[in-house]
């Protein structure tokens, strides 16, 4: 992928003394929403310094992992597949998903409301107009499965970046290479800000330290050895520096009680450097932090075995056929199936005083179902590669899902049930795993589909969901039975808690101005992105619908870099 240029990280940039000291505005954070709000910046032709503690091989932050998901309303990609979608039916959704309560939800659900008719409007030929494609099947995320008000999304609207994480972020990281060749930007990497400067209650600039130089590869920890110190001042400040999934003492510090105990062993779906530092550096600025006990972690997670961060861990993107047991055997109960509902499972999990659960399934299933999340994980859709991508409808699993078969450590491969049971009791020996429940509940399942009717919702939902041509092509297999020998290998997958986003934050109002304890924005500062709950201090309330947080990074970090160029000419 493109970077910066290398000269904007070389001798100069990283000297104590090198480089500008003022500009009129300092990003702080080289992720999507702080390349966007740089690209809406040099666009209005202000001076921008975009600061990043991390080495240039990791420009774009978590993005660039993504599998590149975006929340779209009324597309032709939706129409072209048959799926009638409206802005009244989304934001039925979406506050039915957000459950917005609290006196603190004003502003979120204002964002909420705003970024609704971004995604129904101007997001997609804003996108096209810098040449992000869409793949045409659109995928259909957290089903919900309850009622019409209920969590969920009523129809498909997960829409795929052609090129993934790294196709969104490639043109506003030339924007940005742009502006350092015009002389607008200057990019410095290995800078930590410690603390925001403020005069007469108005933050003026950043003050920090600069971090030994790394040749640490995107997402690998990178050296915390200090060489140095910086301060440099600006009519405004955009924080855009991410949540706190990387440092789990501070998810299991927020964690809130309606989700139960917090868990003792995490994965990490997102490298460590993503600690929350700047959401206290902040406050302590004035701005006031909201609803940080809100969260998105997912409950399908399962150790990378080749793993680039600390406790890496990939989220299972789930069809809705395998049987979903916990730690001791038995199912989750409906509408808890594999892709229904994040939240809702995560909870149900760890209030059985366990901390891990069950995928029992086939080969038929992971070959048609599984997808990993992340670009790396997906080769086909990430390089553009068509004869990869003709796999996904041939037989056989995806490359990257057959290696995590092959070599991961929670699956369980076998030719017979008492094999795999034998697997799921060796892989989880301190676990009161009932082995003839969880054979009870296979040959239980298995029997309801010997009619065309049942009285199993997971199956009247596989075979509603079939109705849908792009699950029916290429996400849901055809119902059959677990214990059908050429449906197999049976597989069984332990599955973990995986952190992810924060859906909290620095609470802004529509112009992404941070606000203080007195509900009065704190001059010259802004958020956007996930430091800001994706915009107001947590636009998705609870609960999210999926493909929501790259375009929240990429609404946000618009109308911050807007707002604060519009700001900075009327100085």
């Known amino acids: 992928m493109s970077t910066v240029p290398p000269h904007t990280t070389g001798p100069r940039a990283t000297s104590p ?51 590149g998901g975006l929340f779209l309303i009324d597309s032709p990609e939706q129409r072209r597949l048959g799926v009638h979608d409206s802005a009244g039916l989304a934001r039925q959704d979406w506050f039915g998903t957000a459950g917005f309560d609290r006196d603190e939800d004003l502003w979120p659900s204002r964002w909420a409301e705003a970024y609704l008719d971004f995604a129904a409007g101007e997001k997609r030929a804003w996108l096209h107009s810098r040449g992000i494609r869409f793949f045409p099947v659109v995928g259909w995320a957290e089903r919900g499965g309850t009622t019409a008000l209920g969590p969920g999304n009523s129809v498909p609207r997960f829409h795929i970046v052609w090129g993934t994480g790294p196709a969104i972020l490639a043109p506003f990281i030339e924007r940005v290479r742009e502006g350092v060749r015009s002389g607008l930007v200057t990019a410095l990497h290995r800078r930590r800000v410690d603390e925001l400067l403020t005069r007469d209650g108005a933050v003026v600039g950043v003050r920090g330290s600069i971090l030994a130089p790394s040749d640490a590869p995107r997402g690998a920890p990178s050296s915390r050895e200090v060489v140095g110190d910086f301060e440099l ?56 932090l909201i609803n940080g006990d809100r969260m998105w972690h997912y409950p399908e997670g399962i150790a990378n075995w080749d793993p680039v961060w600390a406790a890496h861990g990939i989220r299972i993107l789930p069809g809705p056929s395998s049987l979903w047991l916990d730690a001791t055997g038995t199912r989750l109960p409906a509408p808890l199936f594999p892709g229904f509902d994040t939240l809702g499972s995560l909870e149900h999990i760890l209030r059985t005083g366990h901390e891990h659960s069950w995928f029992v399934l086939t080969q038929k299933i992971i070959e048609k179902e599984f997808a990993l999340s992340g670009s790396e994980q997906n080769p086909d859709l990430t390089g553009k590669n068509l004869a990869l991508l003709a796999k996904r409808v041939s037989k056989g699993a995806p490359g990257p899902v057959e290696a995590f078969k092959k070599h991961g450590a929670d699956f369980v491969v076998a030719d017979t049930l008492p094999d795999l049971l034998a697997g799921m009791r060796r892989l989880s020996p301190d676990a009161p795993l009932d082995l003839a429940q969880v054979e009870r509940e296979i040959r239980a399942r ?20 079939r109705h849908y041509r792009g699950d029916r092509l290429i996400r849901v297999a055809s119902p059959h039975r677990l214990l059908d020998p050429h449906a197999g290998p049976l597989i069984a997958v332990k599955l973990h808690i995986l952190t992810r986003k924060s859906l909290g934050g620095i609470e802004t109002d529509l112009s992404a101005r941070a606000l203080g304890p007195d509900g009065a924005p704190v001059p010259g500062l802004y958020a956007a992105g996930e430091a800001s709950g994706f915009g107001g201090g947590g636009m998705h309330g609870y609960r999210a619908l999926e493909g929501t947080f790259l375009g929240g990074c990429l609404f946000s970090g618009r109308i911050a870099g807007r707002a604060a160029a519009a700001a900075a000419a009327a100085v």
């Open 17 to 67: 003394r090198g480089g500008p000291s003022e500009a009129d505005v300092i990003v702080v954070g080289a992720g999507l929403a702080g390349l966007v709000a740089t690209a809406e910046l040099v666009a209005a032709g202000k001076r921008v310094i975009l600061l990043d503690q991390e080495p240039p091989a990791s420009l774009g932050g978590q993005a660039w992992w993504s599998f």
């Open 233 to 288: 001042r600006a009519s405004a400040v955009i924080v855009t520096s991410g949540g706190i999934g990387g440092n789990p003492s501070h998810v299991r510090a927020q964690w809130p009680a309606r989700l139960g105990t917090a868990p003792r062993e995490l994965l990490s779906g997102v490298p460590a450097h993503v600690d929350g530092r700047m959401l206290g550096i902040s406050e302590r600025a004035g701005a006031r």
């Open 446 to 465: 298995d029997r309801e589909l010997d009619n065309a009717f049942t009285k199993d919702a997971q199956i009247t939902a596989i075979r509603q969901a």
